[in-house]
């Protein structure tokens, strides 16, 4: 059964009211308080009163100075986990398995909300979470910021999600960094599957100009898969150009054993093909 949040000071309970037929459904401090006098309430006691509509569950805190109105306000349609992302970083895009899942190439829902973002990107800390490892639990959710240098932060566009216009990784952005990082895409299966369910409808060119931007290890990964789903040699001869010293497992989260791919400096080690 799920409860009723306990009803604040009237002040307070005028500002949600209020913030709710404005259409906030986030809040800084800032615009709570330009609201305060507006509903009778001092800006001394502001800050008690926001941790009084938090703990009553009237509103959920973000980070330091960001709240969301709770999904419980009347008239207030819920706050979509990657509008939320997008308060948090506004810098960031939604990627990895979120992205997958996003874009159909994944049945899996995950439990974690992914964000791409670049080195140096203030993201919120929680006690629960020393650094941001293993994520950022918000309410219900969790939210995983994932680092990358500014120079390997493209491949994004915007959607709408609800009420709200967020940045997500694209299609074959995303494909790419699940090479890359496959376990926080599912697995390496579940990536491989991906670039099974995208067929066709991948785009090529664009996802080779990605890969070139990136590392060798990756590149290779990506001439494997595509030559393996039946991609003409010609077509990948910019992706085998790209000269590396050693060899590079296939499932960068797998263990360092099975045959290995001379054309594509690639170690294979999927199962069935790993040695027991």
């Not at 990657?82 to 874009?103: N, Y």
């Not at 790419?176 to 670039?195: K, N, R, S, T, W």
């Not at 990948?236 to 400096?265: A, E």
């Given at each position: 059964?799920?409860?009723?949040?306990?009803?604040?000071?009237?002040?307070?309970?005028?500002?949600?009211?209020?913030?709710?037929?404005?259409?906030?459904?986030?809040?800084?401090?800032?615009?709570?308080?330009?609201?305060?006098?507006?509903?009778?309430?001092?800006?001394?006691?502001?800050?008690?009163?926001?941790?009084?509509?938090?703990?009553?569950?009237?509103?959920?805190?973000?980070?330091?100075?960001?709240?969301?109105?709770?999904?419980?306000?009347?008239?207030?349609?819920?706050?979509?986990e990657f509008e939320i992302a997008m308060k948090l970083v506004p810098s960031g895009a939604i990627s990895h398995r979120s992205a997958l899942h996003h874009h159909g190439l994944t049945e899996q829902a995950p439990r974690k909300v992914f964000v791409l973002t670049t080195i140096g990107t203030p993201i919120p800390q929680s006690h629960h979470a020393a650094n941001g490892q293993g994520g950022i639990p918000i309410g219900e959710t969790i939210y995983q910021f994932i680092r990358?240098?500014?120079?390997?932060?493209?491949?994004?566009?915007?959607?709408?999600?609800?009420?709200?216009?967020?940045?997500?990784?694209?299609?074959?952005?995303?494909?790419?960094?699940?090479?890359?990082?496959?376990?926080?895409?599912?697995?390496?299966?579940?990536?491989?599957?991906?670039?099974?369910?995208?067929?066709?409808?991948?785009?090529?060119?664009?996802?080779?100009?990605?890969?070139?931007?990136?590392?060798?290890?990756?590149?290779?990964?990506?001439?494997?898969?595509?030559?393996?789903?039946?991609?003409?040699?010609?077509?990948?001869?910019?992706?085998?150009?790209?000269?590396?010293?050693?060899?590079?497992?296939?499932?960068?989260?797998?263990?360092?054993?099975?045959?290995?791919?001379?054309?594509?400096?690639?170690?294979?080690?999927?199962?069935?093909?790993?040695?027991?």
């Amino acid at each position: 059964m799920k409860l009723i949040p306990q009803i604040p000071a009237q002040p307070a309970m005028r500002l949600i009211r209020t913030l709710a037929s404005e259409g906030d459904r986030i809040v800084t401090m800032e615009r709570a308080r330009a609201l305060a006098p507006t509903v009778g309430l001092s800006s001394s006691y502001l800050r008690q009163a926001l941790h009084h509509l938090t703990k009553s569950g009237w509103l959920v805190r973000l980070r330091q100075g960001l709240y969301a109105l709770a999904a419980t306000v009347p008239g207030v349609s819920g706050v979509h986990e990657f509008e939320i992302a997008m308060k948090l970083v506004p810098s960031g895009a939604i990627s990895h398995r979120s992205a997958l899942h996003h874009h159909g190439l994944t049945e899996q829902a995950p439990r974690k909300v992914f964000v791409l973002t670049t080195i140096g990107t203030p993201i919120p800390q929680s006690h629960h979470a020393a650094n941001g490892q293993g994520g950022i639990p918000i309410g219900e959710t969790i939210y995983q910021f994932i680092r990358v240098k500014p120079d390997r932060f493209f491949g994004t566009q915007k959607i709408w999600v609800g009420e709200a216009r967020v940045t997500i990784t694209d299609p074959e952005r995303t494909l790419l960094d699940g090479l890359m990082i496959p376990q926080y895409c599912g697995d390496f299966a579940e990536v491989l599957h991906a670039f099974a369910v995208r067929g066709e409808t991948l785009d090529l060119k664009r996802i080779i100009d990605y890969a070139l931007k990136l590392d060798a290890a990756t590149i290779k990964r990506l001439g494997w898969v595509l030559q393996h789903q039946g991609i003409e040699a010609s077509r990948l001869q910019p992706l085998l150009d790209v000269p590396i010293k050693g060899y590079r497992t296939l499932d960068p989260s797998g263990p360092r054993q099975g045959p290995c791919n001379r054309q594509w400096m690639i170690q294979e080690n999927l199962p069935g093909k790993v040695a027991s």
